[in-house]
T-cell receptor, first 118, second 114 residues
C-alpha cells in the first residue's frame, strides 16, 4: 500500500524554539495532505488541510501563525511549530490522499511525530 | 457536518470470545467509513473501509464491519479475539469530495485478556 513518511518521529526542544516536521508521500502524489494532533488517550483532531501550491486551510481554533504549513511539492508538506511552548507538546500525525485514487476517500497516515517542549 | 460517535471508551473481552466495537456516524450524503487501529506511540494502521457495495466488509487481521444505513452504524467485529488485538481503535467518516479529511471518533480501547 501507499506509504507516508514523517520525520522526525520524536523531537524534544526548549520552550521558545521552532520545530519543523516533514510529511512525505513516498510512492504517490498528494495534492492534499492533512495534519492532525493527538493528545494522550484522545482522538485525532484535524488541525489543517495542506494544499499543494496554495495556502493551508486551518480548522477553527488553530492558530495559523503558530502552526505554519507549507506544501511545496506533490510529495512533501511541512508543519512548523513556531515559538513552541509546553502546551504544544503532542503527537502530530500527517495523512495524505493518493490523488490517483481520490474517489476511494482513503487516507494514508504517517507514523506520527511526538513533540515534547521543555 | 460530519461526526462520528464511539460510545464506549473501553471494551474488555476474553481471548477467544467475539468482540464488537461500536461506531455510529452522522453525515450529509453517502458516507465513506473506515476503521483504524493504533498501537502505543505509533501511527494509524488501516483495518477496513466501506465505500459502496456489500454491507459486510472484511478487513485485515480477521476483522469485519457491517454498514447499517438505517441505524447509521458501522460496528467493528471479530469472531475470536486475540490478546494481540489489544489496542486503540478509531472509527472515521468522510464524504466523496476531493480534499475532504477524515473525521475521527474519540477512540475505543480494546483490552483482550488471556
Amino acid at each position: 500500500g501507499a506509504v507516508v513518511s514523517q520525520h522526525p518521529s520524536w523531537v524534544i526542544c526548549k520552550s521558545g524554539t521552532s520545530v519543523k516536521i516533514e510529511c512525505r508521500s513516498l510512492d504517490f502524489q498528494a495534492t492534499t495532505m492533512f495534519w492532525y494532533r493527538q493528545f494522550p488517550k484522545q482522538s485525532l483532531m484535524l488541525m489543517a488541510t495542506s494544499n499543494e501550491g496554495s495556502k493551508a486551510t486551518y480548522e477553527q481554533g488553530v492558530e495559523k501563525d503558530k502552526f505554519l504549513i507549507n506544501h511545496a511539492s506533490l510529495t512533501l508538506s511541512t508543519l512548523t511549530v513556531t515559538s513552541a511552548h509546553p502546551e504544544d507538546s503532542s503527537f502530530y500525525i500527517c495523512s495524505a490522499r493518493d490523488q490517483g485514487k481520490a474517489g476511494t476517500g482513503e487516507l494514508f497516515f504517517g507514523e506520527g511525530s511526538r513533540l515534547t517542549v521543555l | 457536518a460530519q461526526s462520528v460517535a464511539q460510545p464506549e471508551d473501553q471494551v474488555n473481552v476474553a481471548e477467544g470470545n467475539p468482540l464488537t466495537v461500536k461506531c455510529t456516524y452522522s453525515v450529509s450524503g453517502n458516507p465513506y467509513l473506515f476503521w483504524y487501529v493504533q498501537y502505543p506511540n505509533r501511527g494509524l494502521q488501516f483495518l477496513l473501509k466501506y465505500i459502496t457495495g456489500d454491507n459486510l466488509v472484511k478487513g485485515s487481521y480477521g476483522f469485519e464491519a457491517e454498514f447499517n444505513k438505517s441505524q447509521t452504524s458501522f460496528h467493528l467485529k471479530k469472531p475470536s479475539a486475540l490478546v494481540s488485538d489489544s489496542a486503540l481503535y478509531f472509527c472515521a467518516v468522510s464524504v466523496n469530495q476531493a480534499g475532504t479529511a477524515l473525521i475521527f471518533g474519540k477512540g475505543t480501547t480494546l483490552s483482550v485478556s488471556s
